[in-house]
C-alpha cells in the first residue's frame, strides 16, 4: 500500500520555474519505481520522468528532457520534480505515482494531482 501527496503546482509565466513534490508513505515491502504524470485537459495522462527505488536511474519524456529534473530523498520520502524553463504546453494536471518499472498510466499507485498553469 503506497500513499502519494503532492504539492507545489501554481501559476508561473512561460520561461520560468517550479518544484513539485511528493511525499510518499509505504506499509508493507516492496520496490517502487515514482514519478510524475501529467494530464492536460482533452489530452490523456501522458509520462513526464521517473525514477527507481534506488534513485539510481532516471528516464523523460523527450519534450521535457534538459528542461525537467526528477530527484529523490529517502529520508524525507519524497520525490521532486523541478522545473525549468516551462512552455505553455506544460500547463497540466501533474500526478505522482509509484509502481513497477517502468511506471505505466494505467496501472500503479496515484496521488490525487497538482495544477500547472503556465502563462504569457
Known amino acids: 500500500q503506497v500513499q502519494l501527496?503532492?504539492?507545489g503546482g501554481g501559476?508561473?509565466?512561460t520561461g520560468g520555474s517550479l518544484r513539485l513534490?511528493?511525499?510518499y508513505s509505504i506499509v508493507g515491502s516492496g520496490l517502487y519505481a515514482m514519478g510524475w504524470f501529467r494530464q492536460a485537459p482533452g489530452k490523456e495522462r501522458e509520462f513526464v520522468a521517473q525514477i527507481s527505488d534506488?534513485?539510481?536511474y532516471t528516464t523523460y519524456a523527450d519534450s521535457v528532457k534538459g528542461?525537467?529534473?526528477i530527484?529523490?530523498?529517502h529520508a524525507r520520502k519524497m520525490i521532486s520534480l523541478q522545473m525549468n524553463s516551462l512552455?505553455?504546453?506544460d500547463t497540466a494536471t501533474y500526478f505522482c505515482t509509484a509502481g513497477p518499472w517502468p511506471l505505466r498510466s494505467n496501472r500503479g499507485y496515484w496521488g490525487q494531482?497538482?495544477?500547472v498553469t503556465v502563462s504569457s
Open 113 to 115: 494531482g497538482t495544477h
Open 71 to 73: 530527484s529523490k530523498d
Open 67 to 69: 528542461r525537467f529534473t
Open 87 to 89: 512552455k505553455s504546453e
Open 21 to 23: 513534490s511528493c511525499t
Open 11 to 13: 501559476l508561473v509565466q
Open 5 to 7: 501527496v503532492e504539492s
Open 54 to 56: 534506488s534513485g539510481d
